[in-house]
């Protein structure tokens, strides 16, 4: 597969998109979004301009047609059937031949790295850490799978029904495998990238450790990293300084309790750390504008679960 260096524009004038020119809710507990690739970019000409997805993991799946992938500062030619795999922060854009078939998953990575995905985490932590193209023109059985994956997904995400939110995450889960199996089959030409590596350990770190509240200075610690040097790290990948992704993952922790359990307020404080439960609602209402119960009435007056 042939590659070659293309002009990108100046890192001001790359978007930050949650997804392809929407500014969607990219910290929302539960973030799954998914999509034909013809809805999106026949309205854009065939052609999807640089941009990047923060705290976000996408996968295109490229069933048939003809498509051009940019990733970071390179351009390559995609052969069909495959996937990309594109982490949150990596500069990538595309350029699909007219009636082009395929799917585009997005699924904010505060979903991947959490503990129902901690047994699975170290296969898929490959995928996580870079981009990457695959293709599975000699695994049409595994490109079947994949279609067909997405295609259920696609249809619980229109349809809502009992057990949408366990039913995303194993059909999410089945869609990783599959794409992580046949990156085990393919010889990547992709660098290894450091930052994204110090990024996702980071960000296992943080998923082991939040409810212990880790300062900072812990997390740089056992990153062999300076605090400044750990903040430019987050900063440029997460879009935030460390002490902010820090609190976010606490908070995306409450409210998945305010949303599936009936927990109390004061229970969920204790279960995340807090020795007053005072402290932590004002905590989550700096972070959401909204105090804790006032957070869960709001989401379970809304039609269907995320």
Known sequence: MSETATPMAPAAAISHYALYGEHAQDDDPEFVHIEDI???????????????????????HVIAGAATVWLDKRSRPLDTPCAVCIPGGVVHGFTFAPDTVGWVLTVSDLMLIDARYRKSRKLFEPLFAEAHTLSFADNPAGAALLAATLEQLHEE???????RTAMFEWLIRVVLMTVRRQLDQTVQPDRFDRRRDLFQRFRQLLEDHFREHWPVAAYAEALALSQPRLNRLCQALGGKRASDLIQDRVVLEAQRHLIYTSATVAQIAYELGYQDPAYFSR????????????????????????
């Open 38 to 60: 013809r809805t999106r970019s026949r309205l854009y000409d065939w052609r999807i301009t640089p941009h990047t997805h923060r705290r976000m993991f996408q996968i295109v």
């Open 157 to 163: 995400f229109h349809w809502p029904r009992l057990g």
């Open 283 to 306: 905590a989550f209402k700096r972070r959401t504008g909204l105090a804790p119960g006032q957070f869960r009435e709001a989401r379970l007056a809304e039609p269907f679960p995320h």
